[in-house]
Nanobody, 124 residues
């Protein structure tokens, strides 16, 4: 059974930083894409960032490009998301997802497994 566990969320002031982590278990993720999405109250889940199996390819939503950094330790089936220069509009529940495909996607519906999410709140 696949399990994804996120950690690292919290409350931070605008301009601050947080680091989120996701640990995955339960299958061979060596051929899968992993990514981060977020969902604010009343809004749909939106793409944040994704990373390839090798870590050589990363892709970001325009809203976080230059501020967030995704990284991965595939030997540990883990990915991180460094959140810098946080803004109040970054407040959301952040989810780690796994897409069982060798091709990336920014569509949440194309991801097969999800963690329980971790709350990020940015105060102004």
């Amino acid at each position: 059974q696949v399990h994804l566990v996120e950690s690292g969320g919290g409350l931070v002031q605008a301009g601050g930083s947080l680091r989120l982590s996701c640990a995955a278990s339960g299958r061979d993720f060596s051929s899968d894409y992993m990514g981060w999405f977020r969902q604010a109250p009343g809004k749909e889940r939106e793409f944040v960032a994704t990373i390839s199996t090798s870590g050589a390819f990363t892709y970001y939503a325009d809203s976080v490009k230059g501020r967030f950094i995704i990284s991965g330790d595939r030997a540990k089936n883990a990915i991180d998301l460094q959140l810098n220069s946080l803004k109040p509009e970054d407040s959301a529940v952040y989810y780690c997802g796994v897409r069982t495909s060798a091709h990336t996607s920014i569509l949440s519906a194309s991801y097969d497994y999800w963690g329980q999410g971790t709350q990020v709140t940015v105060s102004s």
